[in-house]
């Protein structure tokens, strides 16, 4: 009898705590449901002036002609717009929205082409960014778009992350009848319990209140995404106070294999 009672305490706590693990996955499906809803309600609030800001800054111009602070707020617009548009792309993705659109494609070109759209970031900061790629690596077949918002990603946060004087190499090299990028920077590190966190949407390394990089905590979640809907795989490697190397790959893409 004794056993039995000390069985049967043993399932109603374990009934207990199950009914206490199902109330908070339901709350946080609504948590998950209610932030998914906030993204998109600012997402479409926020474009309606962003548009009407854009259309007087674009007359501005027109009169005026080249304005220093006039281009300056014209890139602020647009990083902002930039944002905007990174909260939705991530929305879409979670709900499995995103279809692949695969062309064939110079990865040296996409690569280059990342490379002049973040130069003028890697100057204000006294970076250098230089390209590693193998000779004569057979053009790709991927979502180019979708390739070159993992490359910007993985880019820019390397630039952010660096100190002034730095530098931003991205090897790229063919494996297994795919591709291998590597985006390696001199910057701050990455403590090793945080490899898996920064790939979750929103997660920041720098406490809000102390923070000092921009960013909203969305690209590289966003780029594991895009990156797995190609099949391939992301991961890091990191030593704290020497640098970071951001790996990913795409199987099966290279032309002619």
Not at 59 to 64: A, H, M, P, V
Not at 83 to 91: A, F, Q, Y
């Amino acid at each position: 009898m004794t056993v039995a009672a000390s069985q049967a305490a043993i399932a109603i706590q374990n009934a207990r705590l199950f009914t206490r693990i199902r109330d908070a996955y339901d709350k946080l499906s609504i948590l998950d449901h209610l932030k998914s809803e906030f993204i998109s309600i600012a997402a479409h609030e926020l474009r309606t002036p962003l548009a009407e800001i854009r259309t007087y800054l674009a007359l501005l111009q027109g009169e005026q002609g080249e304005n220093v602070h006039l281009t300056h707020t014209v890139r602020a617009l647009e990083r902002l717009s930039n944002l905007v548009n990174t909260m939705t792309d991530l929305k879409f993705l979670e709900e499995g929205y995103v279809e692949l659109k695969r062309m064939e494609l110079s990865l040296p070109l996409l690569v280059s082409d990342v490379v002049r759209q973040l130069a003028a970031l890697a100057e204000s900061k006294n970076l250098s960014v230089s390209v590693d790629i193998t000779p004569d690596l057979p053009n790709i077949v991927v979502d180019g778009a979708k390739i070159g918002i993992v490359l910007r990603n993985l880019v820019s946060n390397a630039i952010w992350f660096t100190p002034p004087g730095g530098q931003v190499v991205i090897h790229a090299e063919a494996a297994d009848r795919g591709i291998r990028i590597a985006v390696q920077d001199s910057g701050i590190g990455i403590p090793r319990d945080e490899w898996e966190w920064i790939f979750k949407p929103f997660y920041q390394l720098e406490s809000s209140l102390t923070r000092e990089h921009g960013g909203t905590g969305t690209g590289l979640a966003m780029a594991r995404s895009l990156v797995g809907l190609h099949g391939g795989r992301i991961w890091l490697e990191s030593t704290v106070g020497q640098g970071s190397t951001f790996y990913f790959t795409i199987p099966d893409c290279l032309c002619g294999t």
